[in-house]
């Protein structure tokens, strides 16, 4: 049998549902398998950890793809509220929790949740703008030697 | 189907040793699994979850998520993942009894 992973180290670097979302459920879902594992929240990722953000995090429907829809539905207004709304409802249902409880549970869970230093300062953002489960800031430097031993996952 | 000896009785269990028919468990199967999975005892606290988790997997055929046993206050996660260190969903439904959980959360 192959080595079990024993330690990982996400990087959430996009803000949105669909950015976020990935990240957390595989954090999440190393420490149900007795996995180490780390979050480093970077660039629009970081709204993922914000008080004033994270409950607000909206599926984008313009300019994505994946939406399955022309673009231009995707600018009337309340569009992309509506698909948020519609989206979250489908997701309680299979137990997936929106992002405030969602990094309350990965940090009950075990995993420690970082702040990019160099997205921090770019925003202006401080330690108090963050969720109280957020470790620290830290930088990239330490974000290696965090990860070390490890396996690091980009999203 | 694989079988698993606990003393005298034989289970029917799955390739990863989850028991694929609760009506065969009994508390001392439950507490010969704990300790395969490195649970020397099991406490009151582990009963209050397992007896959760099988009255839930009663009525719905699903072993309820971290979330559920959360929201239910049944137990905290963090106590949840301190009761059963490594793997806790997989493995309380393995000590209750209950098919391996299937859900990504």
């Excluded at chain 1, 309680?92 to 990965?106: A, L, N, R």
């Amino acid at each position: 049998m192959e080595d079990k992973i024993k330690k990982v180290s996400i990087v959430v670097s996009k803000g949105g549902l669909d950015g976020v979302y990935p990240g957390l459920i595989m954090a999440n879902g190393a420490r149900m398998e007795g996995i180490e594992a780390n979050l480093f929240f970077t660039f629009f990722g970081l709204d993922a950890i914000t008080r004033k953000r994270m409950a607000k995090i909206k599926i984008a429907t313009v300019g994505n793809p994946g939406m399955h829809m022309p673009s231009i539905l995707g600018i009337l207004p309340g569009f992309s509220a509506l698909a948020t709304s519609m989206m979250k409802k489908t997701m309680d249902k299979i137990d997936i929790p929106p992002v405030p409880e969602f990094i309350e549970m990965v940090s009950d869970a075990g995993c420690k949740l970082y702040a990019c230093k160099a997205t921090v300062d770019m925003f202006g953002l401080k330690k108090e703008d963050f969720a109280p489960q957020v470790d620290s800031i830290i930088n990239v430097g330490k974000f290696y030697e965090i990860s070390a031993g490890g396996e690091i996952i980009f999203t | 189907m694989p079988q698993k000896q606990f003393g005298a009785t034989a289970v029917n269990v799955d390739d990863e040793g989850f028991l694929t028919d609760l009506s065969q468990w009994t508390r001392d199967i439950a507490a010969a699994v704990a300790r395969d999975e490195g649970i020397a005892e099991l406490t009151p606290a582990h009963w209050k979850v397992i007896e959760f988790m099988q009255k839930e997997f009663r009525e719905s055929g699903q072993a309820p998520s971290i979330r559920r046993l959360n929201k239910s206050g049944v137990v905290t996660t963090k106590d949840l993942y301190a009761l059963f260190p490594g793997g806790p969903a997989k493995k309380a439904a393995k000590i209750a009894g209950l098919k391996k959980p299937e859900g990504c959360v």
